[in-house]
């Protein structure tokens, strides 16, 4: 499987994890490590690059009018991740 088809399966991964508001960097790593892939700093941006492109068309198709932004976005999954 090529690169941009490892970040696609990835990607799409977090995005049912955001979709149902789980740990987003957990599926990340668990989806790459049950693809036999070990993802470094780059290739966690790379997914979460597609993630919030892929995340931004949706919402735009959805008619989110006000989307958080993706600081606020990290502020809201720690606070789920830590139980808050």
């Given amino acids: ?5 490892i970040i696609e399966v990835i990607a799409d991964a977090v995005i049912t994890t955001r979709d149902f508001c ?5 599926a990340m790593l668990d989806t790459a490590f049950d693809m036999g892939v070990r993802l470094t700093a780059k290739g966690r941006r790379a997914v979460m690059a597609v993630v919030n492109n892929k995340w931004a068309d949706f919402q735009k198709a959805a008619g989110v009018v ?8 990290i502020t809201v999954n720690k606070n789920i991740n830590s139980g808050v």
């Fill in 1 to 5: 499987m090529k690169n941009d088809n």
């Fill in 22 to 26: 789980g740990n987003e960097t957990e």
């Fill in 66 to 73: 006000r989307p958080i932004d993706c600081y606020e976005r």
